[in-house]
């Protein structure tokens, strides 16, 4: 099976011939490992997970999964296009098996679902235009700022909005390429989102930059890096709570992967440093 076909949402066909409902909403009769394994994710969301222009479907989590469940689980593989804002509800309603998102563990969510070990370090952090009169945190005060939906994103901006008492407009987006797009055309001032995500914009725009300074990264004694940071965090792979030992032997794949050099390979193609 191709490992970059995925699911369409709401196509009514389903690639890789995937056979319909065996994802399954009732959790008793699933395998402990299935012989495919549908995979909920917010698309676009680059470098994560996006279409290539050929229509592909590429980034470092589709790498992850296939170096997990095709290398050292021996199954196939299907992401499931999903909102961000609604994909814990359509893991616990059954619509796939796991959440592979870029997603932050955390508190509030961990009610929710069970996470795998960690598999990645991410910064919320803050761009900009570079003709902007906006150059550093405080400067964010009475402006409007982009955020993506349901994301931790979302939630550092917040944060900021009470550090303001109030004086801080939110612009939520459904995806983050919409919030990019405001952000170039005027419409917001700044964009709170994933370092890395927002790296991958920046880096494709001449007018875009970051929000530099000391923050979260500092404080936590890590080696951060050269712009400010919002919150350190983790991001790890969501399944429903009872699928337990299934999430074991993707932890244990994980851990292979880390020890015999398949993620720094991963990691290298898509990151610097």
């Known amino acids: 099976m191709d490992r970059r076909s995925y699911l369409k949402s709401g196509a009514g066909v389903i690639a890789g011939g995937l056979i319909a409902g065996c994802t399954g909403s009732d ?15 917010d698309i676009p969301y680059r470098p994560f997970e996006y279409e290539t ?24 593989y299907e992401f499931k296009p999903t909102s961000f804002d609604s994909i814990i509800p359509s893991l616990n309603n059954g619509n796939f098996r796991i959440i592979m998102s870029a997603m932050t563990i955390n508190d509030t969510r961990d009610e929710k679902v069970d996470f795998s070990d960690p598999y990645f370090t991410a910064y919320q952090t803050i761009i900009v235009r ?20 349901g994301t931790t994103g979302a939630n550092a901006a917040e944060g900021l909005k009470s550090e303001f008492d109030g004086n801080l407009e939110l612009n939520r987006y459904d995806q983050i390429p919409a919030a990019f797009q405001a952000l170039k055309n005027g419409q917001v001032s700044a964009v709170i989102n994933d370092n890395t995500v927002n790296a991958e914009f920046a880096d494709q725009e ?24 919002l919150t350190v ?31 720094d390979e991963i990691y290298s193609e898509y990151f610097s440093g």
């Open 27 to 41: 959790s008793g009769s699933e395998s402990v490992v299935p012989s495919n394994v549908v995979i909920g994710s």
């Open 233 to 263: 965090e983790n991001y790890g792979i969501a399944f429903r709570e009872d699928d337990d030992e299934f999430l074991e032997r993707v932890n244990e794949a994980l851990a292979t992967i880390k020890d015999n050099g398949t993620y």
């Open 206 to 229: 001449d007018n875009i930059e970051f929000i530099e300074g000391e923050g979260a990264a500092v404080e936590a004694g890590q080696d951060a890096p050269p712009y400010l940071t």
């Open 53 to 76: 222009t050929g229509g592909e479907l590429t980034g470092f989590d589709v790498d992850i999964a296939q170096a997990v469940f095709e290398e050292q689980l021996g199954v196939s």
């Open 130 to 149: 570079a003709d902007s009169s906006i150059s550093s945190r405080a400067d964010l005060e009475g402006a409007v700022v982009g955020v993506q939906k």
